[in-house]
């Protein structure tokens, strides 16, 4: 028995964009509004387990959600993982990083080392709508 698999049993976020391969989602995390995961749909575990041109498709998406996020977010810095050491199915973050966010410059799964002023967050936050309209015109521009 395969155990259970938290991106096969949910959507993993909020949509923004779903393909038949992979969808795009905003990940719910308060201290970091804009923070996105690409997702490829079917459970696979890692980037060689793809096709040559699946990887360079999922990849050309990441780019995308990157551009995006740094056109809307004006991030400092965008950080780019993929680690699913407690999630081993195939997914990317895409994280807007600022230097008065609470974990900067350590990785936002490290202790943080200041709390992100709330007015600060919920200016990001109000820039959802205008990301969420980003990503998928630059995913558009893929076609």
């Excluded at 690409?38 to 890692?46: D, M």
Aim: glycine residues 4%; aromatic residues 6%; negative net charge.
């Amino acid at each position: 028995m395969t155990a259970p698999c938290e991106l096969c049993d949910s959507d993993g976020g909020e949509i923004v964009y779903r393909s038949p391969h992979y969808r795009v989602v905003l990940v719910d995390d308060a201290a970091y509004p804009g923070f996105c995961r690409v997702i490829w749909n079917a459970h696979v575990k890692e980037m060689s387990d793809l096709p040559a041109a699946d990887r360079t498709a999922l990849s050309n998406v990441v780019w995308a959600v990157e551009a995006a996020v740094r056109e809307v977010m004006q991030p400092e810095k965008i950080n780019l993982a993929t680690l699913g050491n407690m999630t081993p199915h195939l997914h990317w973050h895409v994280i807007p990083r600022y230097t008065n966010d609470a974990h900067f410059p350590s990785p936002v799964w490290a202790e943080a080392r200041r709390e992100a002023a709330a007015g600060t967050l919920a200016a990001r936050r109000a820039r959802l709508p205008e990301l969420t309209a980003a990503i998928v015109r630059h995913i558009a521009l893929l076609d």
